[in-house]
């Protein structure tokens, strides 16, 4: 029957109440909804990939359309008995499955994503019974009596992330000094900006300096080289000038020489004539006595008397002249 009133014998049926509106089934023990049905249900047992044991807090939220209760009634005889006989089975089997798949740590850190596969995989199941799952909330896993082994998994897990934000906080410092260090370099630096930018100048104007002094004298050093290689051909120059003037002079005199050697007829008449005329000179200049002061003279001597030098030269003419032939005709000498 449909939400209303309605004429109905109570002796001869029974009303069984459906819930048509979102309800809420907690798999956690102690806590029950407002329709008390889970108030039988309690955490599922699971033991983890990595062997630990612990119970999952679940919540489901489920919603049965008033078209489809009496499927609902006619399947199971009321929502009770669809609760604990079908939906907890079903629910527990589901986690315990998906539970040996993880470690207890992902358990604890991938919530969030386990929650979102099990609704989507779990809507189909539900479907199956006429029945809409709207949503699948997961608590924390919780140790068995006497098992301490999730509180120290959580007490690591709570000082790791302690030492990780210590580490934060130590980089945020180190990064805060190294901050707070450039700042004061910067501070020191613009304090003393004067003297850096004189002392930059000064350094600029010394490189300035060195550079000139170094381009001056490597000029002053080219100009060196340049003048004594200048120097150094013009002697060069100079010289074979030299040579070639005195090369020259020698041909034409040696050239003059033997014109004047064939012009009076050999060399022996060329001597003679040039010592005459040395003879000529030395007479002219007085420095050679014709006739001598003193004469000293044998019987057997044909002329009495020695003419001197006069004499030997021309007998050393006369026998040269005799020895070449007997006297020739000397042309006059040529200009």
């Excluded at 939906?87 to 604890?108: A, E, W």
């Excluded at 386990?114 to 609704?119: S, Y």
């Excluded at 301490?148 to 934060?168: H, N, Y």
């Excluded at 490189?207 to 490597?218: F, M």
């Amino acid at each position: 029957m449909h939400p209303g009133k309605y004429s109905f014998n109570s002796f001869a049926g029974k009303v069984i109440l459906v819930p048509t509106t979102s309800f809420m089934l907690k798999w956690v023990k102690g806590e029950v909804g407002g329709h008390k049905l889970d108030e039988n249900l309690a955490e599922v047992g699971l033991i983890t990939k990595d062997a630990f044991e612990c119970g999952l807090p679940l919540s489901v939220v489920i919603h049965i359309d008033y078209t489809r209760a009496p499927e609902v009634i006619q399947r199971f005889g009321d929502v009770q008995k669809l609760v604990e006989q079908t939906l907890d089975p079903m629910v527990s089997s589901y986690f315990k499955n998906s539970g040996q798949t993880r470690t207890l740590l992902q358990l604890l850190q991938q919530r969030a994503e386990i929650q979102d596969i099990a609704t989507r995989e779990m809507k189909e199941k539900f479907e199956r019974y006429s029945l809409e799952l709207q949503e699948v909330m997961i608590g924390t896993p919780r140790s068995l009596a006497g098992d301490q082994s999730i509180e120290r998994i959580l007490d690591q897990l709570r000082q790791r992330e302690v030492a990780r934000e210590q580490v934060e906080t130590y980089r945020s410092q180190q990064e805060a000094a190294i901050s707070e260090k450039a700042l004061n370099e910067t501070r020191a630096i613009a304090a003393q900006q004067a003297a850096l930018t004189q002392s930059k100048i000064a350094i600029e104007v010394a490189q300035n300096q060195g550079s000139a002094k170094v381009e001056l004298a490597k000029r002053t050093a080219e100009e060196t080289v340049l003048t004594a290689e200048a120097q150094r051909r013009r002697q060069t120059l100079e010289g074979e000038g030299e040579a070639a003037r005195v090369k020259a002079v020698g041909d034409a005199t040696a050239s003059a020489t033997r014109a004047q050697v064939d012009a009076y007829g050999g060399a022996q008449y060329r001597l003679a004539e040039m010592v005459l005329t040395r003879f000529a000179e030395a007479a002219e200049r007085g420095q050679l006595q014709l006739v001598p002061q003193i004469q000293v003279g044998s019987a057997g001597d044909s002329g009495g008397a020695d003419h001197g030098m006069l004499g030997a030269l021309m007998g050393l003419m006369l026998k040269s002249v005799v020895a070449d032939g007997g006297l020739k005709q000397v042309p006059p000498p040529k200009d």
